[in-house]
T-cell receptor
Framework: KQEVTQIPAALSVPEGENLVLNCSFT??????LQWFRQDPGKGLTSLLL?????REQTSGRLNASLDKSSGRSTLYIAASQPGDSATYLC??????????????FGKGTKLSVIP | DAGVTQSPTHLIKTRGQQVTLRCSPK?????VSWYQQALGQGPQFIFQ???????QRGNFPDRFSGHQFPNYSSELNVNALLLGDSALYLC??????????FGQGTRLTVV
């Protein structure tokens, strides 16, 4: 059974700092890995999708890396802003040629960026 | 493209009642999945629909059922509501090989 762990559970940083969020998973047989952002009481916004054959993906100030062999992914946020304050979740689906899509989520990292 | 839309946004029900939640997938997406998210937890997979059939199911009782229509929209039904069913219910749509896109969720409160 896949288990996803996110460390730290909460993080508070001053505006402008670079930061790293961590995600680890127990089963390396994954189809891809996705990072999401969730604002309080809201749905999930997809940030980055890394296919299992890729090592990293970038979007603006965000960069996500994937190391399948060690079961780890990191989300790097450059020059953090107060608007980045949210909970960040990582999720993985099992590898399946049929394209089934049961995502297993971590509990998330709650980020607070202090102005 | 309106993305994934869910209705209603909030709902209050009494224990023992039944509830139906609705989801319209992102344009072009043929697969719909439902998740339950308790406060402070990550979403938990309920089930997935593809071609109008339940393709996968998580560890949820039979009180949770669903349906997918020919236009790929979907419903989640929960019977005999319990207080513990209070949660944010999320719908996600996807295409094989692509990422999942989530709606804004339905906040269900059972009293």
């Amino acid at each position: 059974k896949q288990e996803v762990t996110q460390i730290p559970a909460a993080l508070s940083v001053p505006e402008g700092e670079n930061l790293v969020l961590n995600c680890s998973f127990t089963d390396s047989a994954i189809y891809n890995l996705q990072w999401f952002r969730q604002d309080p009481g809201k749905g999930l916004t997809s940030l980055l999708l890394i296919q299992s054959s890729q090592r990293e993906q970038t979007s603006g100030r965000l960069n996500a890396s994937l190391d399948k062999s060690s079961g780890r992914s990191t989300l790097y946020i450059a020059a953090s802003q107060p608007g980045d304050s949210a909970t960040y979740l990582c999720a993985v689906p099992p590898y399946s040629g049929a394209g089934s899509y049961q995502l297993t989520f971590g509990k998330g990292t709650k980020l607070s960026v202090i102005p | 493209d309106a993305g994934v839309t869910q209705s209603p946004t909030h709902l209050i029900k009494t224990r023992g009642q039944q509830v139906t939640l609705r989801c319209s997938p992102k344009s072009g997406h043929d697969t719909v999945s439902w998740y339950q998210q308790a406060l402070g937890q990550g979403p938990q997979f309920i089930f997935q629909y593809y071609e109008e059939e339940e393709r996968q199911r998580g560890n949820f009782p039979d009180r949770f059922s669903g349906h997918q229509f020919p236009n790929y929209s979907s419903e989640l039904n929960v019977n005999a509501l319990l207080l513990g069913d209070s949660a944010l219910y999320l719908c996600a749509s996807s295409l094989a090989g692509g990422g999942a896109f989530f709606g804004q969720g339905t906040r269900l409160t059972v009293v």
